[in-house]
């Protein structure tokens, strides 16, 4: 099992830690490094920053967001940072949801998920592979597009740089069981976002066809502590705002996510008093169980421990996030 450290998106403003964070990661031997974005910071740019003050450590998006992009567009940043960093670059992606896509991105949430899912990566590779013009006829993103508005001249095109790599990694960020079940079969792996190596069943029927070199890395909170109670904190706050705020109260996919992994009740609570206004509350309703389950937070016995159940399981990559070099250092260390 390799690790990646998992660095998300910048807060009220840039995370002056976050670049020698990265280094010592790749100094420890981590594998890889990601960044992500949510309705601020974006993914792209902090990720160029980081490859140009290092030179091993592989570079991923956890997760840029479609809505965000054209495919196209998209596929021009993952081709401009790979040859900018000799080929270490990783693309993840994810669909978000109707609160972000909508309120954020001004786009309309796709009818049809899984299509436009599909069709967005199509797009990406086609550019990738630069065999032919990219065309497609899609629902979602078709190319050359033939709208109603459309003045008919769009012409399909070839990328003018050549990708460095046909097959630069694409993983995608899917909750749903179906998402889950398509993302084995569209791309080269799986970005979870709730991993709980005690409830590995939840995603067994999805991840049935797992094809080989798939893949799996979920993202788990590390924090080397005395105090596992304390340092569950951030895990809870984590899981009150994306459960609680990330989403309509009819439809949040991470609140979905964790009534799977058997935490319903909690979950509608968590909502409840989020939306309620109750912040405070909504993070403290969180149960200590589910944030336990899905982090590393304790004394070094207890996460070698408790380290020991994710590296049996199917995760060929966990991706940290860890508020301190001590905190990798110890991972680095207990994973050999």
Request: net charge neutral.
């Amino acid at each position: 099992m390799r690790l990646g450290l998992a660095l998300g998106y910048w807060g009220r403003g840039p995370a002056p830690a976050h670049l020698d964070l990265a280094r010592e990661a790749e100094r420890l031997g981590y594998d890889s490094v990601w960044t992500a974005e949510a309705w601020g910071s974006d993914a792209f740019t902090p990720l160029t920053w980081i490859a140009a003050h290092t030179s091993r450590i592989r570079l991923g998006t956890a997760v840029a967001q479609m809505a965000a992009r054209t495919p196209t567009a998209t596929a021009m940043h993952a081709l401009t940072l790979d040859h900018l960093s000799g080929g270490r670059m990783m693309l993840g992606l994810g669909l978000s949801g109707p609160q972000v896509v909508e309120g954020w991105y001004g786009r309309p949430f796709p009818a049809s998920p899984l299509t436009a899912t599909r069709e967005y990566v199509d797009v990406i590779r086609q550019v990738l592979r630069r065999e032919a013009p990219v065309e497609l006829d899609g629902r979602f993103h078709p190319l050359p597009y033939r709208g109603a508005d459309a003045t008919g001249i769009g012409k399909a095109l070839k990328p003018i740089t050549h990708p460095l790599r046909a097959g630069l990694p694409l993983l995608l960020g899917a909750e749903g069981p179906r998402n889950i079940a398509q993302t084995t079969r569209i791309a080269d792996g799986w970005l979870p976002l709730y991993w709980s190596p005690m409830r590995t069943d939840v995603y067994a029927a999805s991840l049935a066809a797992v094809p080989a070199d798939f893949m799996i890395a979920p993202m788990a909170r590390a924090q080397v502590c005395d105090d596992v109670a304390e340092g569950l904190l951030p895990v809870k706050a984590m899981l009150g705002f994306y459960i609680g705020g990330m989403g309509h109260a009819a439809r949040n996919f991470h609140a979905d996510l964790m009534a799977r992994m058997g935490f319903e009740a909690q979950a509608r609570r968590v909502q409840e008093l989020f939306l309620a206004g109750r912040k405070e509350e909504a993070v403290l309703a969180v149960p200590d169980a589910f944030a336990d389950e899905i982090s590393l937070v304790g004394p070094r016995e207890r996460i070698a421990e408790r380290l020991e159940l994710w590296r049996k399981g199917p995760v060929t990559d966990l991706l940290i996030t860890a508020p301190d070099p001590h905190t990798l250092r110890v991972l680095a260390d207990l994973n050999g």
